[in-house]
């Protein structure tokens, strides 16, 4: 079966761009949750989203949207972008809208860069 | 308010010997408690989960944790290393439920020496 997919694995944005991650969920799931791991810290929860409604935002600027598709895919943009928002993100799926407790499998990430 | 606290940032142990990766956490709520690896490039995985069943609690790769609630503590223990085991290891604390009040500590890197 099919794990968490992300797309695209690299991204170098100069500042003030927009860019848009993809997420793909493990089939079944429909909870998708989006995290920043900045370098060499832990990462730090952004948002969830369950049957394409907003279940969870972290502690994030506007600058930072999501949604989520019919088909449980999910998006991450972020506008205006800035030197600090250089981070692998993570996307991570599971199969119930219980993000803190059910068991969350994630994605190999988006490395993005920002000059 | 919850927070988790690894409190070592490296730990080096030889192949054979046995691991303890600590996690200290705080929380309002009864808490759930995980424990991800991060291998290098690639995503993370869950090694272990407590969601106040019992307080020992078994992983995959032969990893267990204790819950003391005494302590505030869900250790990381592991009898024996294995090489493979080099990576980072997070300790994540939720509260019941609520995505938005998940929080990862800020990890461990455990290495192994032949």
């Known amino acids: 079966d099919a794990g968490v997919t992300q797309s695209p694995t690299h991204l170098i944005k100069t500042r003030g761009q927009h860019v848009t991650l993809r997420c793909s969920p493990i089939?079944?799931?429909?909870?998708v949750s989006w995290y920043q791991q900045v370098l060499g810290q832990g990462p730090q929860f952004i948002f969830q989203y369950y049957e394409k409604e907003e279940r969870g935002r972290g502690n994030f600027p506007d600058r930072f949207s999501a949604r989520q598709f019919p088909n449980y895919s999910s998006e991450l943009n972020v506008n205006a972008l800035l030197l600090g928002d250089s981070a692998l993100y993570l996307c991570a799926s599971s199969s119930g809208v219980l993000a803190g407790t059910d068991t969350q499998y994630f994605g190999p990430g988006t490395r993005l860069t920002v000059l | 308010a919850q927070s988790v606290t690894q409190l070592d940032s490296h730990v080096s142990v030889s192949e054979g010997t046995p691991v303890l990766l600590r996690c200290n956490y705080s929380?309002?709520?009864?808490?759930?408690l995980f424990w991800y690896v991060q291998h290098p490039n690639k995503g993370l995985q869950l090694l272990l989960k407590?969601?106040?069943?019992?307080?020992l609690v078994k992983g995959i790769n032969g990893f267990e944790a204790e819950f003391k609630k005494s302590e505030t503590s869900f250790h990381l223990t592991k009898p024996s290393a294995h090489m493979s085991d080099a990576a980072e290891y997070f300790c994540v604390v939720s509260a019941y439920s609520s995505a938005s009040k998940i929080i990862f500590g800020s990890g461990t890197r455990l290495s192994i020496r032949p």
């Open positions: 407590y969601t106040s069943a019992a307080t």
């Open positions: 929380s309002s709520y009864s808490p759930s």
């Open positions: 089939s079944g799931h429909k909870s």
